[in-house]
């Protein structure tokens, strides 16, 4: 991404961050909400220095969609309670993550006149707010308007076109939408807990700001994120977003599938997920390994090697070893005590796993890029911390794959540093990679709301004021 693009991506955020001010990231996932509360260092510092950090259950949101404000309220108060307690400090405004399968991208193309004179920033300022303003949709709400590349008198690929001479100018934009009602029930229900909402970014975005290096950006990179509700897909070239989708798919639905095979709850199929989750068939332990394990735990010395006793012994200790607790649902209502193998628990999370990958594969095939899609996977969010899941992707995928916690993961600490804080983390360092602000107004309800179409306005305003 050239020097342009940053500052033209700036351009509806108002005002850059300086360096001593407090920010807060807010992530509305689907099965937490997470806040993070720093400090905004220099470059050489690290950019950010995190302050306090919170976490909550996520209620009130289904697939993406709000479905109980009050209840979506309560767990946001309770984030922010947490990260500014541990800060010291209050929080009044924040930047907000959101995901769901109703994210979408579309390319705008759009050009202007040049009759063969040098191209000026002015020109360049015209030419995106005509993109800006071909983006509008009365139904959509636009999160990001990022340029692409530029095309002089037909011919695409230039990144700054400053300076050279043409006919014709073009642009190649991505613009990534959301429907704008459920934006607006995502931001007022925020805005009830009496915070500001100062940008709405894409989780999927955020996550990819905080996990790819400059080299995948630049080369190429599909970066996934597996939240629990949803699955973002976007792919990086050339510096910036290529394309961005998302699938309605995700950690809960591999939860709910464990409980309806188990025949348990939703929150004891999670703690076991949690717990024993894996995709990895489990190995059983015979031979010197099991002799070994039952000498330093069991009182009585097993059976001679070579004896019948000793194979039925093997046997017996291979299947207890491969046994953990499964809590069912008895006649009564109430949970019951049980026990499943670990090839028994695998089976059941592996269809919907392979799922998932499945339409990432299917999607990436329809996004337009044919054979220019990267050929390298990033995994991230909650759901990639799943044993095994690395090994599925590469094979369903068909590219390298690995995990990734945030770049900055030393800045965030022991209890920050994990992949499923990947999108509040991206936020923190986001005005360096040109989020699109959402500019509030106050409503006759007293609380912050976001007004529609300001995003252009502002943009183009600040384009004028300073290129």
Known sequence: ?????????????????????????????????????????????????????????????????????????????????????????????????????YIRTREVRTEIEMGGREIVQKDVVKLLERGLSKSQDERQQVLHALPVSYAIDGNDGVRDPRGMFADRLGVRMNVVYMPLPVYRNLVTCVSRAHLTVESVVSGAFSSANAVLSDDERDNGAICI????????????????????????VGGQHVTSDLAQGIGTTIPAAERIKTLHGTLKMPSSSTGAEAYEGAAASDDEAPPRPGTIERMEWEMQNAKE???????????????????????????????RVEEIF????????????????????????????????????????????????????????????????????????FSASGPSSVPQKEAKTGHSTAKPGNIFQRAIQWLKENL
Do not use: W
Not at 8 to 18: C, D, F, I, P, V
Not at 76 to 82: C, F, I, M, N
Not at 88 to 100: C, P
Not at 234 to 245: E, I, K, P, R
């Open 1 to 101: 991404m050239s020097s342009l693009d940053q500052r033209l991506l700036m351009a509806a955020q108002g005002r850059t961050r300086k360096t001593g001010q407090v920010v807060a990231a807010l992530d509305l996932g689907a099965t937490k909400v997470a806040c993070l509360v720093a400090r905004q260092t220099s470059p050489s510092e690290g950019e950010f220095e995190l302050l306090g950090h919170g976490q909550q259950s996520s209620r009130g949101l289904k697939g993406g969609f709000v479905i109980d404000m009050e209840g979506l309220e309560r767990s946001v108060r309770l984030a922010v309670e947490d990260a500014e307690r541990m800060a010291g400090q209050q929080v009044t405004g924040v930047r907000l993550a959101v995901s769901g399968p």
């Open 321 to 351: 070893k491969d046994l953990i607790d499964a809590p069912k649902i008895g006649d009564d209502g109430r949970l019951q005590a049980a026990r499943m193998s670990r090839s028994e628990l695998v089976g059941y999370m592996q269809p």
């Open 358 to 429: 499945e339409l990432i594969s299917e999607n990436l095939s329809k996004s337009g890029l044919g054979g220019r899609l990267p050929r390298r996977a990033v995994l991230t969010g909650g759901g990639s911390e799943l044993p095994g899941i690395r090994d599925m992707a590469s094979r369903i995928l068909s590219m390298p794959v690995r995990l990734a916690k945030p770049i900055k993961s030393e800045q965030l600490g022991e209890n920050c540093q994990r992949p499923t804080f990947s999108a509040s983390a991206g936020l923190l360092t």
């Open 225 to 248: 994120d597996l939240g629990g509700g949803s699955t973002g897909v976007t792919v990086f070239m050339n510096g910036t977003l290529a394309y961005l989708d998302a699938i309605g």
